[in-house]
Structure formats: C-alpha cells, structure tokens
T-cell receptor, first 113, second 110 residues
Framework: KAGVTQTPRYLIKTRGQQVTLSCSPI?????VSWYQQTPGQGLQFLFE?????QRNKGNFPGRFSGRQFSNSRSEMNVSTLELGDSALYLC???WGTGTYEQYFGPGTRLTVT | GESVGLHLPTLSVQEGDNSIINCAYSNSASDYFIWYKQESGKGPQFIIDIRSNMDKRQGQRVTVLLNKTVKHLSLQIAATQPGDSAVYFCAEKDDYKLSFGAGTTVTVRA
C-alpha cells in the first residue's frame, strides 16, 4: 500500500506571496492532519480534515487554511507569507477522525525569502 | 507550552547496545501515546503506541514502557543498529490532536 505523498517536496517563495501544498493520504484513510515543524517550535498541529470538513484547528493565524476533497486528498494554503513561515509542513493520515495512529508523509520544505 | 517533552536532546549509543529514550508528560489524563522516528529528510515514522491501560508494549526490537504514577514514557531499542540513528519523538493524545515533544537525536557509533 502506498504511503502518504506530499507535493511539492521543496518550495521557495518570497514574502507576501501565497503557497498551496498538497497531500494524498494512504488509500482508505479519510482523515488528514497538517503539522508545521520548525527547529524552534518542533511539531505543531495546524488542522485536521475529515470528510471534507475541518474538524479541528490549532493556534495558527487565519493566513493558514486548508481543504479536503471527496477523494480525501487535502491541500493547505498559506497566504501573505512571512519569513517565520519557513518550515517543514507535514501531513499525516489516519483512517478516521479521532484516530491518533497517524502516518506521516515526507513533508514539504518551504523557504520564505 | 508543550505538555510532552524528552529528558535529553541527544543520545550517543554504541552499535549493538540497547538504547533507552525517555519522555515526561504533564497531563495525567492523557490516555494514548506514540513514539515516532524521524530520519533526515523524511517525515516521522510510526514506531509503536501504547494506551494508558497498559504498562508495557513490545514490538520488533522496541519496547515502550509507561509509568503513569510519575508520568513517564520510555522507548527501549534492543541491539541498536546504524539504521536506528534518527530523531525520536514521543507524542501524546491531547484532546483532538497529537502533541509532540522536542525530540531526542540518537547517534549510533560503529
């Protein structure tokens, strides 16, 4: 069974721009969670989607948003990029919401200059 | 702040020895914990989990111990191999999400 895939793997953007990251969960998994990983803050929860609905949200500004499609694929968007948004963005899938055995993708490395 | 943390940021282990990675948590109501391994350039990889109704759980070469009295979690790796070099995170079910500790970097010496 294929694992979680994320595209693109690397991205360089300029302050003020926006970016969209994509995540395809493991086949059969319906929940996708997004995390931001930085050296200073570690892994922090952004949000979770299940059945095309955002179920939970972490403490991030409204510039961070996401969505989920009917095939469970998910995208996250960051608008008006700031230097501090430079991070590894990870998505994790699980079979259902409230299921914490989550499987992570390789991440998208975002660099904001 | 984070409710889950690891005692040591780094651990150096001789190949073939057993490794013990520790984690302390603060929420006594936490009922589910996971250990993840993250290799350079990769996402965290699920290693093993444990629920609060258990004290010990074993996997392939790994054992997780949970001491609810002192709110302590540990991961034991038997016969550590070079491929075990990575950052290890404990994660705690925190309401509707997982909360991660800062991680311990394990380096295996040949």
């Amino acid at each position: 069974k294929a694992g979680v895939t994320q595209t693109p793997r690397y991205l360089i953007k300029t302050r003020g721009q926006q970016v969209t990251l994509s995540c395809s969960p493991i086949s059969g998994h319906r929940s996708v969670s997004w995390y931001q990983q930085t050296p200073g803050q570690g892994l922090q929860f952004l949000f979770e989607y299940f059945s095309e609905t955002q179920r939970n949200k972490g403490n991030f500004p409204g510039r961070f948003s996401g969505r989920q499609f009917s095939n469970s694929r998910s995208e996250m968007n960051v608008s008006t990029l700031e230097l501090g948004d430079s991070a590894l963005y990870l998505c994790a899938s699980s079979w259902g919401t409230g299921t914490y055995e989550q499987y992570f993708g390789p991440g998208t490395r975002l660099t904001v200059t | 702040g984070e409710s889950v943390g690891l005692h040591l940021p780094t651990l150096s282990v001789q190949e073939g020895d057993n490794s013990i990675i520790n984690c302390a948590y603060s929420n006594s109501a936490s009922d589910y914990f996971i250990w993840y391994k993250q290799e350079s350039g990769k996402g965290p990889q699920f290693i093993i989990d444990i629920r609060s109704n258990m004290d010990k759980r074993q996997g392939q070469r790994v054992t997780v111990l949970l001491n609810k009295t002192v709110k302590h979690l540990s991961l034991q790796i038997a016969a550590t191999q070079p491929g075990d070099s990575a950052v290890y995170f404990c994660a705690e079910k925190d309401d509707y999400k997982l909360s991660f500790g800062a991680g311990t970097t394990v380096t295996v010496r040949a």
